[in-house]
């Protein structure tokens, strides 16, 4: 295993032990979705359109695509505009450790917990609103890839946008704002198929719309297609946009991210 | 403090462990440092004493490699520290201005995590030992005194065993204690023959630690000497005060005792709120830095 990789495993197991040793984040970051699935499943009712299939688990699918970005784009982005405003970025770009490790670190522990995040989810939301795992290994394998892309995107999103924030206490704001609109544009509170065609067009822009749609080709069965705009998965348009995001986030990453404060240079 | 000896002048190496000439930093139109040279032997103590905004920060953090220079040559442990990578890293040590954060690890967490960065780290239990943290090794950096973190970022810049180590305003918030401790910590290291960089405005601090002190002001080096005798203190004149029938008097003199006797004949006897006194550190200092602002 080389340096970088056993250092940057390391580092996740400490910011896990971190981040679970931080109780209001625990309970703010990781809660809120499990919070907002009670809320609004308790609210919800019917189904949706005339497709048999009830709402309450179309925005359970939703809210787990909604979690995977709340503990990667948000919570990652906000961990790390609060190190780079706090010196933490800065006391490690001062030391021998491989500038990967880092992100290894941050990777490791946000894949970690949006499984734990997901897993959640998915109790909560089978126990109370019958949301069942994945029916057949294809549609595992769609939930799992679909999941791996979201996470990295979020993930490299996350880290990119991190630098946009003047400092670390702006940074809720920078990123809360995005993640909630997003959240009603993207099919999460609202069945997407509902909302107005322009409103469609801009979340489609977005990734959590794509994520929220795979998540639920995989979860939820496929009368639910009558109430899709496309009237189809379209898991190649999933993997194509998630795909994209990914590689628009790494190029954002490499280019612009800085270990120390905007003025320090 | 059991440790290897540190090898001083280890493969014909430069015996300067810092070396600057001309260095620049440009701001906007500002020059943040404006030609500073600088010269730091191996084994020495070196304080950089300078106000607020005097870019003494800017340039130690030039010569950590923390920041781009504009102009000028810089030579830290025979690298550019704009170019060197994790092997010069390795063999500095940093304690920044501002203290680490991780308030949920322990003191104990974080210095072992911190050894695994260096290739030949010193042991954890006894750099924390070192820093008079053995009672709160168990406990989060959270719940630490100011003085008591200052001590885990002093465990942190000196986990790596480093030759040379960078210290900016290590002891400001301390109380007199605290900052009585700390010396001695610093001076164990400089003992040891770790070459020790210091920023400060404590003039108590440079005297108490430095072998040499440099006074930065407006981006200017303005004087290099050890305490002693900066700005030519040892040999200053002396200023003989007294009060006459006009008003209170003074004469600044080579000569002083002469001047008492002239004083002493002149007045028959004793001279009224005789005093004979040299500047401090601190006149000095202050007199070099009014004359820039």
Known sequence: ?265 | MARRPRRRDAGGMAETAVRVRGLRKRYGDVDAVNGVDLDVRQGEVFALLGPNGAGKSTAVEILEGHRRRTAGEVSVLGADPARAGRDWRARIGIVPQTSAENPQLTVREMVRHFASYYPRPRDPDEVIEAVGLAEQAGRRVGRLSGGQRRRVDVALGIIGDPELLFLDEPTTGFDPDARRRFWELIQGLAHDGTTILLTTHYLDEAEALADRVGVIAAGRMLAVDTPARLGGRATATARVSWRDPDGPRHIDTASPTQVVAELSAKFGGEVPELAVTRPSLEDVYLEMIGAVR
């Open chain 1, 1 to 265: 295993m080389t340096l970088a990789l056993r250092l940057g495993l390391a580092r996740g197991a400490l910011e896990l032990k971190m981040f679970v040793r931080e109780r209001a984040a625990v309970a703010f970051s990781f809660g809120l979705p499990i919070v907002l699935l009670l809320i609004f499943g308790t609210v919800f009712k019917g189904e949706v359109g005339d497709t048999g299939v009830d709402f309450r688990q179309y925005f359970a699918a939703g809210i787990i695509a909604s979690g995977i970005m709340s503990t990667t784009f948000t919570s990652l982005g906000i961990a790390i505009a609060s190190e780079r405003d706090d010196g933490t970025l800065k006391r490690l770009y001062g030391t021998p450790m491989p500038r990967a490790s880092y992100f290894i670190g941050k990777t490791v522990s946000a894949l970690t917990l949006s499984v734990a995040e997901t897993a959640v989810l998915f109790a909560v939301g089978g126990a109370l609103f019958g949301l069942r795992p994945p029916a057949t290994p294809e549609r595992w394998l769609t939930f799992a890839w679909v999941f791996v892309l979201g996470v990295t995107a979020c993930t490299l999103l996350g880290v990119a946008v991190s630098g946009v924030p003047a400092s670390g206490r702006s940074a809720a704001a920078v990123f809360n704002l995005p993640y909630l609109v997003l959240q009603f544009i993207s099919g999460v509170f609202f069945v997407f198929g509902d909302l107005p065609s322009g409103v469609q067009q801009v979340g489609a822009l977005f990734p959590l719309k794509w994520m929220c749609q795979g998540l639920r080709s995989a979860l939820l069965p496929d009368a639910l297609l009558a109430a899709e705009p496309a009237r189809s998965w379209e898991h190649g348009r999933v993997a194509l946009v998630l795909a994209a995001w990914c590689m628009g986030g790494l190029v954002l990453c490499l280019t612009t991210f800085r270990w120390k404060r905007r003025h320090e240079r």
